[in-house]
């Protein structure tokens, strides 16, 4: 199956749960959009790819998911985050670089010149259907 996907660059709202609810409403969507194009009665599993960098906190969108997924064919299914580590390319020293967040210094050269290469992303990467 083929999954949707949510590439959002995203930013810290002041109203962290509303921007997790947001996402998690998002998600159910591509969920049952998916799961209908492939006639499935439910959704027992759903695996979701969230970077450190994505600005979205893991436990708050797992809360949220739990709340939207009520009356859905995703009800009571499984939700596994997969946590996708941050990196940059460091254009002082030329190396791609592991990063824990925005704005952290290059860890081989201790520059900060960093262009974020990866773990902004977040999408629906599998479902486990019926």
Known sequence: MESGRLNYG????TDSAMHEMSLAEGIIQIIEDNARRSDATAVKAVWLEIGRL???????????FDVVVK???ADGARLEI???PGSAWCMQCSQT???EARYDP???CGGFQLQVT???EMRVKELEIE
């Open 97 to 99: 670089v592991a990063v």
């Open 118 to 120: 990866g773990g902004t």
């Open 10 to 13: 995203l930013h810290r709202t």
């Open 54 to 64: 994505s600005s979205v906190e893991p436990e708050a969108l797992r809360f949220c």
């Open 71 to 73: 009356d859905t064919l």
């Open 106 to 108: 290059c860890p081989v």
């Open 82 to 84: 997969i946590d996708v």
